[in-house]
């Protein structure tokens, strides 16, 4: 006699319902960082657009910034925490290698025993996981899903490094995905290549720093970034296409365009690239909130959210692309 398992399923679609968002207590201006690399405020913003980033405390991690933007996207989405049976947290600035982020942050937010795991894709761990959340609900794994991203990226700086230090931002950024009745998160473009891992990451292992006999620093961000300068204008724009593409829409029907806020220029030749319409509102939150690296796609989204509430119910094409080298876009539509 044969036995068939069975199989779950769940609703045909799903949206995203609301989002919340923490920053870092601190806004560090540009003249607080130039010293350690003889730059000047006008240098940093043509190169990257930004004014001022934002900074936490140095008894604030990454856990706490995550719990407090999950905290608020459950409450604006008025969904009992109880009700979240899954946390997925995107990060490269857990303060531990193990337990994880999101396995703390669900039972802070009362979403405990919620299925909980971290993501490690850097800037495009959030769309990462907005991929795996609406794919896992429409499963049938779950029905709520948590979904944040947080970076405590002043921890792994190094302030005289000429390539990184000034870009780098601390927050999160949060999501909450539950059924909808119609398509509310487009296909993920998403992908990897590896052959170019050098271009941005840390500068040395943990390992090499505890066997180094104190030659060895704390490993650190850098980058080339000339290197992923022109990887991210000229590749993702392609990437880019395709997400739209792929959601069977035109660039014209974007309300809104949310990229990893990497840098400015970056941004506005995607723009170009794309050949977007006046009409469609791009993020720029990185002049004032820095590169937030997973969180910056969620931070960006909610303040457009709070700037312009007449985007409810648009379209909007996200895109993050970062250390890996790891990319992901979709189209969402915005709560």
């Not at 025993?113 to 959340?133: H, L, M, S, T």
């Not at 959210?305 to 990319?327: D, K």
Request: charged letters at 20%; proline letters at 6%.
């Amino acid at each position: 006699m044969s036995i068939t398992l069975k199989q779950a399923t769940g609703p045909q679609y799903t949206r995203i319902l609301a989002y919340g968002a923490a920053r870092g207590e601190n806004a560090v201006p540009n003249d607080d960082l130039i010293e350690p690399i003889d730059s000047s405020d006008e240098w940093i913003r043509q190169r990257t657009g930004i004014i001022t980033r934002t900074r936490a405390n140095a008894e604030t991690n990454a856990i706490d910034l995550a719990a407090d933007a999950g905290a608020e996207a459950i409450a604006t989405a008025g969904i009992p925490a109880s009700d979240v049976d899954l946390v997925i947290v995107a990060t490269i600035s857990n303060p531990k290698q193990s337990p994880s982020v999101s396995a703390i942050v669900a039972d802070r937010v009362g979403a405990n025993p919620a299925a909980a795991y971290d993501v490690n894709a850097a800037c495009a761990g959030y769309a990462y996981a907005i991929a795996q959340a609406d794919a896992l609900i429409r499963a049938g794994a779950a029905r709520y899903a948590l979904v944040i991203g947080t970076e405590k990226l002043s921890d792994i700086v190094d302030p005289t490094d000429r390539s990184i230090s000034f870009l780098l931002g601390d927050g999160a950024g949060a999501a909450l995905i539950g059924p909808s009745e119609t398509p509310g998160i487009a296909p993920a473009i998403w992908g990897s290549d590896g052959s170019k891992a050098g271009a941005v990451g840390m500068n040395h292992t943990l390992t090499e720093y505890r066997d180094g006999d104190g030659e060895i620093p704390w490993p650190t961000l850098r980058q080339e970034g000339q290197t992923v300068f022109r990887w991210a204008v000229w590749e993702m724009a392609k990437v880019a296409r395709r997400a739209i593409e792929a959601a069977g829409i035109e660039p014209g029907d974007l309300a809104a365009f949310i990229p990893h806020q990497a840098n400015m220029r970056i941004i506005d030749e995607f723009a170009k690239q794309l050949k977007l319409p006046e009409t469609t509102v791009i993020a720029r939150d990185i002049e004032t909130t820095g590169n937030t690296s997973a969180a910056s796609i969620p931070l960006a989204s909610h303040r457009l959210m709070a700037e312009h509430p007449e985007l409810s119910g648009g379209l909007a094409l996200q895109i993050g692309f970062g250390a890996g080298l790891v990319f992901a876009a979709q189209v969402v539509v915005l709560p």
